[in-house]
């Protein structure tokens, strides 16, 4: 939807399934040497935190958010290389939510991508630093974006500030912790509602921060906004079947750990049957709200939903870690 | 520096002491209304989270760095509304600084400002994310701020961002908290370094902040920021003092507090009678740089330099608390 360009073909022809495993390849190892090559290095003072924040950023990873900037980027006309910084602020964000939310006093979880997590290497002072410095990190590169339009680069900031904030990754964060707690509820929790905030406004952001880079107009934005936050929503509750279904080798964590935090997951509410149901749900919404946002698109108008964010949603829903 | 416009007189002669403080006064009452207005509401979900922002930003305080945001703008031709959003963005970094310093596993404090600190009164986990949130408040504030300009804004919160990350707060926090650690300094430790990121790249950014929405020219802000860095080094030189000589109730915290934690201070690296000498210093180094930024000026150049910038150098320096 930038001016001027049309929807490039990122493949000569619809991308197959496998193809389309080797394309969210690519795009992982392009971000680890992204994000290598954009953290501080761990040989400059202070070495310690940097190395804590390599740590936590370099540790793996599926690298699904950033695979949704660069299908977005594909779909709205802008190639990997201009939505690169904004691939790198949303997995820095990503890692720092993790620090923070593994610290004792949060979820105190021993590890995470099948290593010890980050305050349990470095400690708890250093990885509440850590974090702390990935988001100015993630802030850092997005501002610094270089690009003929200044105010799309605020735009994509200012939106990843609110994803970031109460009414988003922290306010959810906050509730998930609290979900039993008498305070925010009166004894209920509306799940649906934790989740979009604590995992769907990130996931959000990682589409909707592409079309605002894009200058996309208002009503593609608002079709795609819909589709990002059933996406969140699709993220989560897979998340929390795989939970209890995954192994802990391709967890990398030990599966059922929302069961001992005692947390409202879709499995504790509802069961795994109709978990999978409500996730089956989740899916065909979110390829709906696709097909309806690919319809607004004005580079493509009525065309055919495309085929990387069709086929993202579809990873999403059948991941097995 | 604004184009067009030329330097104000914000009154109609040189302000003396005490007009000045009466100044200081509305620009602080003026920052706590707008924080207040700004800030999530305590009755809105969630709550708990929304009372422990407000409880750690509106708990009084000297507001020195939102006064420098004014007194800037008034240097540089913008009026208080024009800097409110950079004002309060800066005062919330300031706030979420504090809150994590605070945290057991780093300064383990359990007084600021006269009151029980954060994590004493809402938890350390809601601490961790209150602290988070006033982070991503700030650069939502900074980043929605409505300017004809889109890359002034964008360059300011640059700004933020650089001087809240590695290179500036958060790294300063970390080698404030390893400056005995030979992880990074084979045993020495350069105090003037430490307290350069830790204290004076947010004391410069309220200053250099406000030169980048001014649009101001290259050459005004690099002497700015020479006035601006030297005078964090001011302030955290006099911090040291008052720590041993200050009295609990006048510093809202227990004094000697900085000898209990171990801390390099000034004061512990040179005796108070050489710290005293070393704050004389900088206040002539940072009047000097002042006088020097007001001649590189292109709104009044070779004029006088601002009577707030140097009133507020001076309050820095005399400040009993």
Request: charged share 25%; aromatic share 6%; glycine share 8%.
């Amino acid at each position: 939807m930038k001016e001027g360009s049309t929807r490039r073909a990122p493949t000569s022809q619809p991308a197959t399934p496998a193809a389309f495993e080797d394309l969210l390849n690519d795009w992982r190892e392009r971000m680890e040497r992204a994000l290598a090559a954009r953290l501080p290095a761990s040989d400059v003072v202070p070495t310690r935190l940097h190395e804590a924040m390599r740590y936590s950023v370099l540790g793996g990873g599926k690298r699904i958010r950033s695979a949704l900037v660069f299908a977005t980027a594909l779909t709205v006309g802008l190639t990997e290389g201009e939505v690169e910084a904004a691939a790198c602020a949303i997995e820095l964000v990503h890692a720092y939510s993790l620090v923070h939310d593994d610290l004792p006093a949060m979820d105190d979880d021993e590890l995470r991508r099948g290593r010890p997590t980050c305050h349990r290497v470095f400690g708890e002072d250093v990885a509440i630093l850590a974090g702390d410095a990935l988001y100015a990190e993630a802030f850092r590169h997005l501002l610094t974006l270089q690009q003929d339009e200044p105010e799309r680069v605020l735009a994509a900031a200012a939106e990843l500030a609110l994803a970031t904030g109460v009414n988003g990754m922290v306010g959810g964060q906050y509730l998930d912790v609290y979900s039993n707690s008498a305070h925010e509820h009166g004894g209920g929790v509306d799940l649906r509602r934790v989740h979009e905030l604590k995992t769907g406004r990130l996931i959000g952001a990682s589409v909707t921060c592409v079309l605002l880079l894009a200058g996309a107009p208002e009503p593609a934005t608002i079709a795609f906004r819909r589709f990002a936050a059933e996406l969140g929503v699709l993220f989560q509750i897979v998340d929390d079947i795989l939970d209890v279904t995954g192994t802990d080798a391709a967890l990398g964590k030990p599966s059922g750990s929302d069961e001992r935090h005692g947390r409202h997951t879709y499995v504790s509410e509802f069961g795994i049957k109709r978990a999978r149901e409500l996730a089956a749900d989740s899916h065909s919404a979110a390829r709906a709200a696709l097909a309806q946002a690919a319809s607004a698109s004005v580079s493509a108008p009525g065309g055919p939903p495309p085929t990387e964010l069709e086929q993202i949603t579809d990873f999403i829903y059948t991941r097995s870690s």
